[in-house]
T-cell receptor
């Protein structure tokens, strides 16, 4: 299995531009999570999906952030317009099955720099 | 709501020293507990997990953790660290009822001096 695949690995953009991060979960996994990692705030859960349906988006910082999961094999996290404070590493993770006993597998992350 | 507290922000040790990283959580129900490790420039990887049974769990690379329910703690230990253990370590908790969120602590950066 190729694991959780994220793209792009690195993105540098200017303030005000739209940013789209992509994630392909492990085949067969029915939970997908988006996390953001910064030095100041550590790892924050932004949103998670179950069977392509958003379950909890309370971690999404503001309306500039949106996430979609049009099918079981693809999810996007969009920031529009981007701001310098959005600079972070964004991780996607997936897991299989209900219950807390399931291990998340993380992608390699997308490092975003907003100038 | 779940929350996780890691006591140490940055720990510096010499090779062969013993390690213990603290982790406390708060949650009103039954939880599963995890330690993840993030080596420099890499993504998070599972180090070990506790689901049920023996509260002393062993993970990869000689790490172990002990779940003490009465103290809501899940401390990570290693008897003798190596330079290659330099990384950031995250404790995480996930409730087994209701929302399936994996909540992370702030992380502890471990630096091992050769």
């Amino acid at each position: 299995d190729a694991g959780v695949i994220q793209s792009p690995r690195h993105e540098v953009t200017e303030m005000g531009q739209e940013v789209t991060l992509r994630c392909k979960p492990i085949s067969g996994h029915d939970y997908l999570f988006w996390y953001r990692q910064t030095m100041m705030r550590g790892l924050e859960l932004l949103i998670y999906f179950n069977n392509n349906v958003p379950i909890d988006d309370s971690g999404m910082p503001e309306d500039r952030f949106s996430a979609k999961m049009p099918n079981a094999s693809f999810s996007t996290l969009k920031i529009q317009p981007s701001e310098p404070r959005d600079s972070a590493v964004y991780f996607c993770a997936s897991s299989f099955g209900a219950g807390g006993a399931n291990v998340l597998t993380f992608g390699a992350g997308s490092r975003l720099t907003v100038l | 709501a779940q929350s996780v507290s890691q006591h140490n922000h940055h720990v510096i040790l010499s090779e062969a020293a013993s390690l213990e990283l603290g982790c406390n959580y708060s949650y009103g129900g039954t939880v599963n507990l995890f330690w993840y490790v993030q080596y420099p420039g890499q993504h998070l990887q599972l180090l070990l997990k506790y689901f049920s049974g023996d509260p002393l769990v062993k993970g990869i690379k000689g790490f172990e953790a002990e779940f003490i329910k009465s103290k809501f703690s899940f401390n990570l230990r290693k008897p003798s660290v190596q330079w290659s253990d330099t990384a950031e370590y995250f404790c995480a908790v996930r409730g087994i009822q209701g929302a399936q969120k994996l909540v992370f602590g702030q992380g502890t950066r471990l630096t091992i001096n050769p």
